[in-house]
C-alpha cells in the first residue's frame, strides 16, 4: 500500500512545471492500472504495512477515487487554458487525493478519523479558491462547520473506545460491543452529517452550487462516500444498541428523503437539482446500513460506488452547458437538442442510470436495498415505492426541460462538444455499466 502513497507524494513537485496536467493525468491512469492488479484476499485486510491496508470497501472506493481525480483534471480544461493558477489547482487535488487514499486505507481509528477531516481542507481550498460566486464563502463555512461541529463527539468516542480497548485497529473491534447510547450517537452523528442525513443536509446545496466542476465531481462522488465508509466500519460495535435504536435514522432518511424527491420538482438550478438528487439516493443508502443486515450492506456498497460515477458525470453534464452559456438556469437551458444533438444522448444515458434504470449498476444497489429495507418492514415498502418513482420523475423532469422546449432566443452562437468532453462522459457512463457484470466481487465480503 505505502507505493502507491509514495506515487502519489512523488507526483506533487511535478505540479510547479508548465503545462504538465497532462503528465499527471497520465500517471494517474498508472496508477489506477496498478491498482487494479493488486490481488485481494476477499475476507480480510491484506497488504498491510505501516497501519496502511485494503479490503474490499477500501479497494473499491480506492478505485473511485483515483478514477474521479483523473477525471476532475480532464473536466477543468478551461483552468488550464486560462491558466488561472492551475499549478495551485493540480496541488490541491493531489493533496486531497493523498488524504482520501490515507482515509481509505488506514486501519487505525484515530487516524482516520484525522484524514477523514483533513479532507475537508483541500475541498474548502477548492470551493474558496475556484468557486464562480461571492457566495461560496459562505458555502465554505456551511461545509466547515457542519462537519467540524459533529466530528468533536466522534473525536470523544474514539479515545474512549481506546481507553476500554486499548488498541485501535478497526480489525479487533469487531470482537467488542458496547452498548452506550452516548457513545452510540457521538460515533454516528459525524458520519450521519458528512452522507448527508435529512436534517443535516444543508450544506450540500449550497456547497455544490458554489463549487467549481472539479469540486462538485469530488464533493458528490467521494466526500458523500466516507459518511457511508464510516457507517460501514463503525455499525460492527454497537449490534445490540443498534437493534433498539436505529429505527430512527430508518425513518428519518425515508421520509427525508421523499421530502427532498418531491423538492427536487420546484429547483430551478440545475446543480442543485443534482445536488437534491444525491442527498435522496444517500438516505436510501442511511436506510439499508442501519437494518443492520447482509443486503443492507451490499446494497449501500453498491449505490455508494454507482451513485459516485452517475451524479459526477450529470455534474459535467451541468458544467458542459454551464461553459457555453454561463446559466445554470432551468429557464435559460431549454431546447439544448437543438445545439448539441450528440450530447443529447449521454444526458439521457446518465439520467436513465440515476433512476436506477437496467443495466446500469444503481439498479442492482435499490434492489439490494429495496430486499434489505422490506425485510426489515413491510411498511417501508410505501416510501421506498414513492422515492423510487419520484427519483424517476425528476431525472425526466431535468431531461424534458434541458433537451426539449424552444430554446433561448438571447444565445449566442457556440461551439458543439468536444471530444474530450464525449471521453469524459463515456468514462463515467461505461464503468457504471459494466461493473455490473463483476457484482460478485462485492457479495463475497459481506
Same mark, same amino acid.
Given at each position: 500500500m505505502m507505493k502507491y502513497l509514495f506515487m502519489i507524494m512523488f507526483m506533487i513537485p511535478l505540479c510547479f512545471k508548465k503545462n504538465i496536467f497532462w503528465m499527471i493525468q497520465f500517471m494517474m491512469m498508472m496508477m489506477m492500472v496498478m491498482f487494479m492488479n493488486l490481488t485481494m484476499n476477499i475476507e480480510n485486510f491484506n497488504n498491510i504495512s505501516y497501519m496502511l491496508g485494503c479490503d474490499i470497501i477500501s479497494y473499491g472506493l480506492i478505485l473511485l477515487s483515483i478514477w474521479i481525480t483523473f477525471l476532475m483534471i480532464m473536466a477543468s480544461e478551461k483552468l488550464f487554458k486560462d491558466k488561472f493558477y492551475d499549478n495551485l489547482f493540480l496541488l490541491n487535488i493531489l493533496l486531497l487525493m493523498l488524504m482520501l487514499y490515507l482515509t481509505f486505507s488506514m486501519m487505525n481509528l484515530f487516524m482516520f478519523y484525522l484524514f477523514f477531516e483533513g479532507s475537508l481542507i483541500p475541498t474548502l481550498m477548492l470551493i474558496i479558491g475556484w468557486g464562480y460566486q461571492p457566495e461560496r464563502i459562505q458555502a465554505g463555512l456551511y461545509l466547515l462547520f457542519y462537519t467540524l461541529f459533529a466530528s468533536l463527539p466522534l473525536l470523544m468516542g474514539i479515545?474512549?473506545?481506546?481507553?476500554?480497548?486499548?488498541?485501535?485497529?478497526?480489525?479487533?473491534?469487531k470482537f467488542y460491543n458496547y452498548n452506550l447510547i452516548i457513545l452510540y450517537f457521538s460515533m454516528l452523528l459525524a458520519f450521519l452529517v458528512k452522507m448527508p442525513m435529512y436534517f443535516v443536509h444543508l450544506w450540500l446545496p449550497k456547497a455544490h452550487v458554489e463549487a467549481p466542476i472539479s469540486g462538485s465531481m469530488i464533493l458528490a462522488a467521494i466526500m458523500l462516500k466516507l459518511g457511508g465508509y464510516g457507517l460501514l466500519r463503525v455499525m460492527i460495535i454497537f449490534q445490540q444498541i443498534s437493534m433498539k435504536?436505529?429505527?430512527?435514522?430508518?425513518?428519518? #432518511?425515508?421520509?427525508?428523503?421523499?421530502?427532498?424527491?418531491?423538492?427536487?420538482?420546484?429547483?430551478?438550478?440545475?446543480?442543485?437539482?443534482?445536488?437534491? #438528487? +444525491?442527498?435522496?439516493?444517500?438516505?436510501?443508502v442511511i436506510g439499508g446500513i442501519m437494518t443492520m443486515n447482509y443486503w443492507g450492506f451490499l446494497g449501500s456498497y453498491i449505490l455508494m460506488i454507482s451513485h459516485g460515477l452517475c451524479s459526477s458525470g450529470m455534474f459535467c453534464l451541468s458544467n458542459i452547458n454551464y461553459e457555453r452559456l454561463n446559466t445554470r438556469s432551468l429557464f435559460l437551458n431549454k431546447g439544448m437538442m437543438n445545439f448539441m444533438p450528440s450530447l443529447s444522448l449521454w444526458w439521457f444515458l446518465?439520467?436513465?442510470?440515476?433512476?436506477?434504470? &437496467? &443495466?446500469?449498476?444503481?439498479?442492482?444497489?435499490?434492489?439490494?436495498?429495496?430486499?434489505?429495507?422490506?425485510?426489515?418492514?413491510?411498511?417501508?415498502?410505501?416510501?421506498?415505492?414513492?422515492?423510487?418513482?419520484?427519483?424517476?420523475?425528476?431525472?425526466?423532469?431535468?431531461?424534458?426541460?434541458?433537451?426539449?422546449?424552444?430554446?433561448?432566443?438571447?444565445?449566442? +452562437?457556440?461551439?458543439?462538444?468536444?471530444?474530450?468532453?464525449?471521453?469524459?462522459?463515456?468514462?463515467?457512463?461505461? &464503468?457504471?455499466?459494466?461493473?455490473?457484470?463483476?457484482?460478485?466481487?462485492?457479495?463475497?465480503?459481506?
Open positions: 479515545f474512549y473506545i481506546y481507553m476500554k480497548m486499548n488498541c485501535m485497529m478497526m480489525y479487533f473491534m435504536l436505529n429505527l430512527i435514522w430508518i425513518i428519518i #432518511s425515508l421520509i427525508g428523503g421523499f421530502y427532498i424527491s418531491l423538492k427536487c420538482f420546484c429547483q430551478v438550478d440545475m446543480k442543485s437539482l443534482i445536488a437534491y #438528487s +444525491s442527498v435522496c439516493h444517500m438516505s436510501i446518465l439520467l436513465s442510470s440515476n433512476m436506477a434504470a &437496467p &443495466p446500469s449498476l444503481n439498479l442492482m444497489g435499490e434492489i439490494s436495498l429495496i430486499n434489505s429495507l422490506m425485510s426489515w418492514s413491510w411498511l417501508s415498502m410505501i416510501l421506498l415505492i414513492l422515492i423510487s418513482f419520484f427519483s424517476a420523475g425528476y431525472s425526466l423532469y431535468l431531461y424534458s426541460y434541458t433537451q426539449h422546449g424552444k430554446y433561448n432566443v438571447g444565445m449566442y +452562437s457556440f461551439y458543439s462538444g468536444v471530444s474530450r468532453e464525449y471521453l469524459m462522459l463515456m468514462l463515467h457512463w461505461l &464503468p457504471l455499466n459494466i461493473l455490473v457484470l463483476k457484482i460478485d466481487y462485492s457479495m463475497i465480503w459481506f
